[in-house]
């Protein structure tokens, strides 16, 4: 969990997570959607299908123990080296080494690397460098107190370098480079994506289908959406009602009878269903990774058809919604879809 995520973020999310799945077996005997519907909020959906998955082989191939070596802990789905060695060497007292962004950019400095330090060949002598330092008496206590002079005294900007401890063996800081390194290639600008999402409504029910592997947020259910170009989106309003609750989110009522043909098509073509009238819309933006996404939402009447298929779309009340594992973004419009039924126009 704490993987590309705050600490302050985890903890309810670990509280919740442990009371529900105490031990590996339980988490094993769980369904994934369970597993999905405690994660989210937490992004990176791949991390807890990848957990659950490590359960499952635990409990197959370890007798439900967890391995104790690195390279069997690298075997598990979803573990790295990184998260490898940590477990080795904090759970199990093994001599593992370890790299992540505070040991890393220590690492780069006290080497002086020069290199863009997440090329292969960069990562390959830090690799190298950190098994090499790595003691066999209490390698744990030895990563833990890497990783704090990194976080602590070798920040990112503003290195406390009379402080460190390690400062009579630091390269960057006898060539004067500590605030240079370490060195990375300049960040993906960000760039403006505009999505669509059609939730289509069949009485008290509305269609969903869900997100399969290779796709953003796989496993998840979701109202069908994808991505479209800004040319199809002229038919909307040019004026719309900003809501007082959110800077970002706009809401429509009745912007037009019907979507365009485009966007009734890749409907169909994506789950086989008929879109009829809209009988509301609303609008906000999210990011993910180096996107900043403008998502508009429909509310239409319809029908669909590929509800036979094994895994395909199916139809759920907003009741149902609330079980369901759905991406932050999903369940926002889960929830404009609630106050919505409930008589309110605002999220």
């Not at 690397?113 to 997440?118: A, E, F, I, K, Q």
């Not at 007082?244 to 706009?250: A, F, H, I, K, Y």
Request: proline letters at 5%; aromatic letters at 8%.
């Amino acid at each position: 969990m704490l993987q590309q995520t705050t600490v302050a973020a985890v903890v309810p999310y670990f509280e919740r997570f442990t009371a529900k799945f105490p031990d590996v077996g339980s988490l094993a005997a769980a369904d994934v959607d369970d597993v999905l519907r405690l994660w989210e909020g937490l992004g990176y959906y791949s991390r807890a299908r990848n957990l659950h998955k490590a359960a499952l082989a635990i409990v197959q191939h370890h007798s439900g123990v967890f391995p104790a070596d690195a390279e069997s802990l690298q075997a598990l789905p979803g573990i790295g080296r990184y998260t490898a060695g940590a477990i080795a060497s904090f759970a199990y007292d093994q001599p593992a080494p370890i790299v992540e962004a505070n040991t890393e950019r220590l690492y780069a400095r006290l080497l002086a690397l020069t290199d863009d330090v997440r090329s292969a060949a960069s990562q390959r002598a830090l690799w190298d460098f950190a098994a090499a330092i790595v003691p066999q008496k209490r390698p744990g206590d030895f990563n833990q107190a890497l990783m704090d002079i990194g976080s602590q005294i070798c920040r990112p900007q503003e290195p406390d370098c009379e402080r460190c401890p390690l400062r009579t063996c630091c390269a960057a800081l006898a060539l004067g480079q500590q605030h240079e390194l370490p060195r990375r290639k300049p960040r993906v600008p960000i760039t403006g994506v505009d999505e669509i999402c059609v939730v289509i409504r069949r009485g008290n029910r509305f269609l969903l289908r869900r997100r399969t592997d290779g796709e953003r947020w796989a496993g998840m259910w979701d109202f069908v959406r994808f991505e479209v170009d800004a040319s199809e989106l002229e038919f909307l309003p040019k004026t719309t009602s900003q809501t007082r609750n959110t800077s970002d989110r706009l809401l429509f009522a009745e912007p037009c009878s019907q979507l365009p043909n485009t966007i009734r098509r890749q409907v169909h073509d994506q789950i086989g269903a008929k879109v009829g009238e809209v009988v509301a819309a609303t609008e906000f933006t999210y990011a993910v990774t180096r996107y900043r996404v403008c998502l508009k939402s429909f509310l239409c009447n319809g029908t669909g058809a590929k509800l036979s298929k094994a895994n395909g779309p199916q139809w759920f009340t907003t009741a149902e919604l609330a079980e369901l594992p759905l991406s932050k973004t999903g369940r926002r419009v889960a929830e404009w879809l609630t106050s919505f039924r409930n008589g309110g126009r605002e999220n």
